[in-house]
């Protein structure tokens, strides 16, 4: 098994934010990416690799242009005209908004849907090198490898074809999803979304698409975020009804609910007979991760990746969630084992 990574990640300076003069404080540090890859590279069974650049075209088949143009140029014409500063939106775009603005400081509210994803000198090329590992472990896994894990940083299951927000701002899951399409003519893919968090911006994009089934095991949107998308009832439209399927679970979720609700999610997935899986998969779903309510053990998370890699799919891994830094390599470990055991 190979792990794609780069130390592009690096440039979301996430750590060193300031607001005003103050630290803001984000969960989404540098340092998550550095706990799993110490935690991949001994491990004797896969072998971490870079990304190669695919360009922008994979990036736009899954994004709005002008939002991809916004994200590569906001820091820059804001820094031009009010200093250099991490960008934030100061006011929203909500669904009685009757016009999408022009100014920047406008848009920065239109595109994002919450306030804790700044953007940095460095996010564009962070975002795009995270995309561009998962785009990487696509092609591996077209070219005949069972899975392939892409540690990217920073996530995107939360981002939608013009919204960022939750630490995500291009969706890496989907744009991988997109590239094995086109490299097999339109072929099935199946998402599978275990992190603990509704990956509110996967759902969206393919919510019409009835050759993408999207699959979310999360947090019930009554008692966490993202609050507004992950119903059980959302079950796609047009012709992707019946393609969207959501668990959302209450908190304390343990292992056995969790491993039940998963069974369901795999049921689904093998009916409808996908030629590649993708899987957001979070470390937040663990019991004790500071922004999850899970419950789920090291046991329960080996048999989690157990049960995927028994769909015998070939299979791309992009990570998402999980804040516990101390514990985050030995939950990815935890994780990948089963799924490089079968290649």
């Known amino acids: 098994m190979q792990t794609v990574y780069t130390e592009r990640h690096h440039l ?31 491990a004797a069974w ?5 990304p190669t ?3 922008l075209d994979p990036i736009l088949a899954v994004h ?11 820091y820059a014409e804001s820094a031009l005209r009010w200093g250099e500063g991490p960008v934030f939106p100061w006011t929203f775009a909500t669904r009685h908004t009757g016009r999408k603005p022009r100014s920047l400081a406008g848009l920065a509210g239109y595109y994002a ?6 953007i940095l000198v460095g996010t564009w090329e962070a975002a795009y090198w995270s995309a561009q ?11 005949g490898a069972s899975v392939a894990y892409a540690l990217c940083r920073p996530p995107g299951h939360h981002a939608a074809a013009d919204l960022y927000g939750g630490f995500c701002y291009l969706n890496n899951a989907a744009i991988a999803a997109r590239a094995l399409q086109a490299g097999a003519r339109g072929c099935r893919v199946a998402i599978l979304d275990v992190d603990y968090h509704h990956g509110n911006g996967t759902q969206a994009i393919f919510y019409a698409d009835p050759t ?3 699959c979310s095991l999360h947090a019930h949107p009554d008692e966490d975020y993202p609050y507004y998308w992950g119903e059980a009832d959302e079950r796609g439209v047009g012709a992707g009804e019946g393609s969207n399927w959501n668990w959302p679970l209450p908190r304390s979720t343990d292992d056995a609910g969790y491993l039940a609700a998963l069974d369901e999610a795999l049921a689904v997935i093998r009916a409808f007979a996908p030629r590649f899986l993708v899987v957001s998969v979070g470390f937040d779903i663990m019991t004790g991760d500071e922004v999850g309510c899970f419950d789920v053990t090291a046991a329960g998370l080996e048999e989690i990746g157990r049960r995927v890699a028994a ?16 514990r985050l390599g030995e939950y990815a470990v935890t994780f990948l084992r089963p799924l490089a055991e079968r290649e």
């Open 212 to 214: 993408v089934i999207y």
């Open 64 to 74: 709005d242009a002008e939002f991809v143009h916004f994200l590569r140029t906001v």
């Open 12 to 42: 979301h300076t996430t750590d060193r934010v300031l607001l005003e003069g103050h630290p803001f404080t984000v969960e989404e540090v540098p340092a998550r990416a550095e706990a799993i890859l110490t935690a991949v590279q001994s």
């Open 113 to 118: 849907f919450g306030f804790g994803s700044p």
């Open 133 to 143: 590992s998962a785009l990487t472990a696509a092609d591996l896994v077209q070219a």
């Open 53 to 55: 650049d695919h360009g």
């Open 311 to 326: 769909l015998e799919i070939a299979t791309v891994v992009v990570q998402e969630g999980g804040y516990v830094l101390e």
């Open 46 to 50: 896969t072998a971490v690799i870079p």
